[in-house]
């Protein structure tokens, strides 16, 4: 039996529910719950109370935006302050920067001295460390679950904040009626404490790098590019981004839905919510099942089918039982494609670029949503509800086409952590971490027979190179004598190109290992490593100041 299709029974085997057998992942779920329930909380309490600070539908909108901009501005740097420390500590930092935020503004609420603009303030607050904790929470579960539970603990993560989603709502507005704003803004508090503390028990070993972290802007181009150059994180982004602009009305319009196509009113409107939170419940509950009984690329393309289907049932319906059952259809399929889509990423990433990998993910979903509602919303305007409910049933049937086009492959079964190359560069130029451009060259003997077979190697090897930090990749063959070909490429300084010899994976290692096996010199491959523009390593008089102090030949990865 196959490695893949071992994880896939032992999967299958264990249930929705196995993760929670490990203690560290059941102590962090188990309080996410919480968590969830008080951000949610936040939402009821913070809107109702901006209804009686002003009477501007538009302030009162701008609340759940307050709460929105910090994970489409916050989550990447975040996802790279993730990869570049201690995942564990940033997830406490994020937390602790939420509770405290919050809890100042209970106090502030209590000493009534809340203005409109104060609100929006402290919700921007509160959502900027929910989103400095999101990645590193996101990328850290891989270290707390078996590579088989890995499916299902993600769609453990979708099914807690669906619970809290499907009840936290109404319950908070209980808690409002009954105690007032500022018991909610403190509850809301006091739940980001048990995630805070489940956090701080983890017993997580973090191996620092040796080398000094990257500049934050660098860091965010080195996710970006990775994501770029690595076709299977790349596909999935494009594909939950499509699928985000094509299903966003359903939320979107669900009051309209419930107003102009059921004659309802507030209730319906919840009714239609509820029903949403439950099936999302319900199908990320069969997440490993589906995962072990269908392809990635064919469960997203069904998925696709049967939202679209649900869709397309809600413009035409006039039935609350019928809409309700398409808006469960729509909660499963909607779950259940971005965790599956989800899961791709974490095991497709190295462990090195995950958190970043999973930010991009989430602000494709973002944006998806984003743009999508506000697109889906111009439709309704200008024609009607039912006809833009339609049109984005049949849109979001046709991109199961874009797996023609853009299809998902299998995960990796390889390991994705990063692996020690084992030799030191010599290095007796006096360097600095920011010396540089460094130029990179790399040179095989092959068969002139075989070139054919050597050149499709060296494409994968560009894709490798490129997504772990190089600049610049070519590929040349000398004229005189064709059987010497000559790699190269760019790294900006000496600190980049330490930092991504340290990023490669075991199955980086397999396609230099191809490309090494068409080599025919005796000495193995040449490489020639040069500082580019190499004014700053020469002084311009011998009794020049030098400012090179402090100088490093190499760092080990």
């Known amino acids: 039996m196959t490695g893949g299709a071992a994880a896939a029974n032992e999967t299958q085997a264990g249930g929705p529910f196995a993760p ?33 600070l002003s009477n501007s539908p538009a302030m009162v909108a701008l609340v759940q935006t307050s709460l929105m901009i910090p994970l489409m501005l916050v989550t990447l740097p975040a996802g790279a302050i993730a990869d570049m420390f201690d995942r564990r500590r940033i997830a406490i930092t994020g937390l602790t920067f939420s509770a405290v935020s919050a809890a100042v503004l209970a106090g502030v609420t209590f000493l009534e001295l809340t203005t409109p603009w104060l609100l929006l303030a402290f919700c921007v607050l509160i959502g900027a460390g929910v989103a400095l904790f999101s990645p ?11 590579r088989a539970h890995l499916p299902a603990a993600v769609a453990l993560g979708t099914i807690s904040y669906n619970v809290a989603r499907s009840f936290g709502p ?8 009954v105690y007032g704003v500022k018991a909610v803004f403190g509850m809301t508090s006091l739940l980001y404490l048990p995630l805070l503390v489940a956090f701080f028990l983890w017993r997580r070993r973090h191996v620092p790098s040796r080398l000094p972290p990257e500049r934050i802007d660098r860091a965010i181009l080195t996710g970006a590019r990775y994501a770029l150059h690595a076709p299977a994180v790349r596909t999935a982004l494009l594909r939950v981004l499509a699928f985000g602009l094509t299903t966003a009305t359903a939320s979107a319009l669900a009051p309209l839905i419930a107003k102009d196509l059921l004659a309802g009113n507030a209730a ?12 999302a419940v319900a199908g990320a509950l069969f997440v490993s099942q589906i995962q072990a009984a269908l392809s990635t690329e064919g469960a997203v393309r069904l998925f696709a089918i049967g939202t679209g289907v649900a869709l397309v049932a809600i413009g035409f319906s006039h039935s609350l039982v019928l809409t309700c059952a ?20 974490q095991l497709s990433a190295p462990r090195w670029v995950t958190a970043r990998a999973l930010s991009l993910f989430s602000s494709a979903i973002t944006a998806g949503i984003g743009i999508g509602a506000w697109a889906w919303g111009v439709v309704a305007t200008n024609y009607d509800v039912a006809f833009a409910l339609i049109a ?15 299809p998902l492959g ?15 560069p010599a290095a007796t130029l006096a360097l600095t971490l920011r010396s540089g451009p460094i130029v990179v060259e790399v040179e095989y003997d092959v068969n002139p027979d075989q070139a054919r077979e050597f050149y499709a190697v060296m494409v994968a090897m560009q894709r490798v190179r490129k997504r772990i930090g190089a600049f610049d990749w070519t590929i040349a063959r000398d004229i005189e004598d064709p059987a010497i070909w000559t790699e190269r490429y760019h790294c900006p300084t000496w600190g980049d190109y330490l930092r991504m010899r340290g990023r490669y994976t075991q199955a980086d290692f397999d396609i230099q290992a191809q490309a090494d096996a068409f080599n025919r010199s005796h000495h193995g491959r040449r490489v020639r490593r040069r ?6 390593s020469v002084r311009w008089k011998a009794e020049s100041y030098d400012p090179q102090q402090e100088t490093i030949g190499y760092i080990a990865p």
């Open 170 to 177: 109404a319950l908070g507005g209980v808690i409002v009626v």
């Open 268 to 279: 319906t409107f919840g009714i239609l919510l509820g029903a949403q939170g439950v099936g």
């Open 136 to 146: 590193s929470w996101q990328a850290s579960i891989p270290e707390q679950v078996s």
């Open 531 to 536: 500082l580019e523009r190499p004014f700053g």
């Open 326 to 345: 398409a808006f469960l259809v729509v909660g499963a399929c909607n779950i259940l494609t971005i965790a599956m889509l989800n899961v791709t990423v």
């Open 20 to 52: 929670l057998r490990e203690r560290t992942f059941r102590n962090i779920w188990t309080a996410s719950l919480f968590s969830n329930f008080g951000q949610l909380f936040l939402g009821v309490g913070a809107q109702w109370e901006m209804t009686r």
């Open 410 to 424: 299998k995960e990796p079964d390889a390991d994705m952590d990063s692996v020690e190359i084992g030799y030191e």
């Open 392 to 406: 984005s049933g049949i849109a979001v049937a046709a991109t199961a086409l874009l797996g023609f086009l853009l």
